[in-house]
């Protein structure tokens, strides 16, 4: 199946900093990338949807000013987490949708754990 | 909220029994996916059932989706250890540009 890699998978920083994710489809396209963000023990929430060569859609509730996404090529989007502060330590997962004629599937990425002190 | 509910939230069993994991949903759907997570770690896709499909086999996975009643099962049949995990199904909705919105999850233990 495709490969969608993170970088860095984890990442320990000091509140006020800023923190850069990236995620790449290694060996498709991918035209539509999206974020997740996961907190222990609980489900995925969609943070926003990452269109290359447009601007990202976020969903109800997220800070775009916040979460800076950045979709500049087809395999590749990146996340920034502004200012980060403690709350915002969580698991963030990328998924990446090849089009495959019918029915579409989303390929994830592994995932970076974000601890912010 | 659109989150989808599973259950049960944990199951625990043992190896070579059976694993049923329940999935229901509030809208109108294109296709129901199921992933595995181990712990930490990313999400794999397992099945993806489109809405005009009502069962699919894949290995050891057997999913089943009900459109009337909004919902799905998981069935693993002849459990191993290493399919312990959490389980998440995710539902594609209709007219939401593919956006996937999960469910609850199942956290599965299969015990030797």
């Known amino acids: 199946g495709a490969v969608v890699s993170q970088h860095p998978s984890r990442v320990i920083c000091k509140s006020g900093t800023s923190v850069k994710i990236e995620c790449r489809s290694l060996?498709?396209?991918?035209?539509?990338m999206f974020w997740y963000r996961q907190f222990p023990k609980q489900s995925l929430m969609l943070m926003a949807t990452s269109n290359e060569g447009s601007k990202a859609t976020y969903e109800q509730g997220v800070e775009k000013d916040k979460f800076l996404i950045n979709h500049a090529s087809l395999t590749l989007s990146t996340l920034t987490v502004t200012s980060a502060h403690p709350e915002d330590s969580s698991f963030y997962i990328c998924?990446?949708?090849?089009?495959?004629?019918?029915?579409?599937?989303?390929?994830f990425g592994p995932g970076t754990r974000l601890t912010v002190l | 909220s659109q989150q989808g509910e599973e259950d049960p939230q944990a199951l625990s069993i043992q190896e070579g029994e059976n694993a049923t994991m329940n999935c229901s949903y509030k809208t109108s759907i294109n296709n129901l996916q199921w992933y595995r997570q181990n712990s930490g770690r990313g999400l794999v896709h397992l099945i993806l059932?489109?809405?005009?499909?009502r069962e699919k086999h894949s290995g050891r996975l057997r999913v089943t989706l009900d459109t009337s009643k909004k919902s799905s099962s998981l069935l693993i049949t002849a459990s191993r250890a290493a399919d312990t995990a959490s389980y998440f199904c995710a539902t594609d909705n209709t007219g939401t540009a593919s956006k996937l919105t999960f469910g609850t999850g199942t956290r599965l233990q299969v015990t030797l």
């Open positions: 998924s990446a949708r090849q089009p495959s004629g019918g029915a579409d599937e989303q390929f």
């Open positions: 059932i489109r809405s005009n499909e």
């Open positions: 060996d498709f396209q991918a035209t539509t």
